[in-house]
């Protein structure tokens, strides 16, 4: 069953702390993206990656990393530097080549950061 | 800067009735578009694309109207169904490959029955 799985779905973290959301997927896709939605907000680009061991960064990057060392994984670090981490973070995967790029999302991760 | 503007925040529209959601961008590059659909605390979902070279795209009870002069394009639901109800996104990227996209605010849509 080929899907986007990101964990935990809930996550609470103290301020100042560093925290990594993951991110998997096993479409066989190889790009890779990390958005951020607020309440009332489009999503907005963090970071992409379209293909292993090379990123961009999106619209939002300050304060955020990212790796990806293999095709079928992209975790987020939300750092400490970041000035408001509290938000609903989604994953999101697409072919890169021929195709329409279509983005798949993942269920997202709510991050609460008091 | 919002490149991609959905201008109302809210629609309702009575079931069995044709559901029409607007989306205008300022971005000349943008070559794609698409509609999402999402519910509250889950991912949104893909539900239909444009290409800037054509002006109309047909899926189901889903069709897209692109207007490149007016820089506009629609997403008409014919009939609204109870399950429709959700906020409906707008996207866009630039050519080159697989970039991010840029959303619009999204519109919550609310079937009555």
């Known amino acids: 069953d080929g899907g986007i799985t990101q964990s935990p779905k809930y996550l609470f973290r103290k301020e100042g702390q560093n925290v990594t959301l993951s991110c998997e997927q096993n479409?066989?896709?190889?790009?890779m993206y990390w958005y951020r939605q607020d309440p009332g907000q489009g999503l907005r680009l963090i970071y992409y990656s379209q293909i292993v061991n090379d990123f961009q960064k999106g619209d939002i990057a300050e304060g955020y990393s990212v790796s990806r060392e293999k095709k079928e994984s992209f975790p987020l670090t939300v750092t400490s530097a970041q000035k408001n981490p509290t938000a609903f973070y989604l994953c999101a995967s697409s072919e890169r080549n021929g195709g329409a790029y279509e983005q798949y999302f993942g269920p997202g991760t709510r991050l609460t950061v008091t | 800067d919002q490149q991609v503007k959905q201008n109302s925040p809210s629609l309702s529209v009575q079931e069995g009735r044709i559901s029409i959601l607007n989306c205008d961008y300022t971005?000349?590059?943008?070559?794609?578009f698409l509609w999402y659909k999402k519910y509250p605390a889950e991912g949104p979902t893909f539900l239909i694309s444009?290409?800037?070279?054509?002006d109309k795209n047909e899926d189901g009870r889903f069709t897209v109207f692109l207007n490149k002069s007016a820089k506009h394009l629609s997403l008409h639901i014919v009939p609204s169904q109870p399950g429709d109800s959700a906020v409906y996104f707008c996207a866009a990227r630039t050519g080159g490959g697989a970039d991010g996209l840029t959303f619009g605010k999204g519109t919550h849509l609310i079937i009555q029955p």
């Open positions: 479409l066989n896709h190889d790009a």
């Open positions: 971005n000349s590059m943008f070559d794609y």
């Open positions: 444009i290409s800037s070279i054509k």
